[in-house]
């Protein structure tokens, strides 16, 4: 139980150009869901916080107009990251909070950005 | 700011030793502790967590233990074994009831065989 998905895996896109990300939770309801970047050798830093049908919480230096997230479902967030620039490249994670478990978060498998 | 941050960058041991893996957090506040391990290329996955009223919690071969006096997390991995190599992070659940975790920087555990 507690599985989390991301899709795409992986993904190369153009300088410019938009990608959406998808973050699943698929055996539980998740009202709240979580995003990360996470650089090489680095930890991971929180972008934003998804509640399930009102608008995200985005830390302090993360631009709500570049990465828009939408958390249309208790099982669905998605993060796109628009007008993508090489410096957009990296390792986003997503993480999902079980409604019924007021602490435990499951975190997804990664999705790792290329932007050409 | 907040702050959860580990002592060490790199552990190296001996297959069958026991590992331990420090970390220390800066929020007195908090009321939640998790490590994560993760792999090259994938997601944290969790190992243990344990909450502000407990100073100890086992698992199925790691410990971790809480020492509020000194904010101080530590994570025992039992007779380490080489699929324990990766990098585990220690997280805070902070005070607030948002569910936001803040990461510590990491530690990677390299395990000689």
């Known amino acids: 139980g507690a599985v989390v998905s991301q899709h795409p895996s992986r993904v190369i896109c153009k300088s410019g150009t938009s990608v959406k990300i998808e973050c699943r939770s698929l055996?539980?309801?998740?009202?709240?869901m979580f995003w990360y970047r996470q650089f090489p050798k680095q930890s991971l830093m929180l972008m934003a916080t998804?509640?399930?049908?009102?608008?995200?919480?985005?830390e302090q230096g993360v631009e709500k107009d570049k990465f828009l997230i939408n958390h249309a479902s208790l099982t669905l967030s998605t993060l796109t990251v628009t007008s993508a620039h090489p410096e957009d490249s990296s390792f986003y994670i997503c993480s999902a909070r079980d409604r019924a478990l007021r602490l435990e978060q499951y975190f997804g498998p990664g999705t790792r950005l290329t932007v050409t | 700011g907040e702050s959860v941050g580990l002592h060490l960058p790199t552990l190296s041991v001996q297959e069958g030793d026991n590992s331990i893996i420090n970390c220390a957090y800066s929020?007195?506040?908090?009321?939640?502790f998790i490590w994560y391990k993760q792999e090259s290329g994938k997601g944290p996955q969790f190992i243990i967590d344990i909450r502000s009223n407990m100073d100890k919690r086992q698992g199925q071969r790691v410990t971790v233990l809480l020492n509020k006096t000194v904010k101080h997390l530590s994570l025992q991995i039992a007779a380490t074994q080489p699929g324990d190599s990766a990098v585990y992070f220690c997280?805070?659940?902070?005070?607030?009831?948002?569910?936001?975790?803040?990461f510590g920087q990491g530690t990677t555990l390299q395990v000689k065989p």
């Open positions: 998804s509640n399930e049908g009102s608008k995200a919480t985005y």
């Open positions: 055996d539980f309801q998740a009202t709240t």
């Open positions: 997280a805070e659940g902070g005070s607030s009831n948002t569910g936001k975790l803040i």
């Open positions: 929020n007195s506040a908090s009321d939640y």
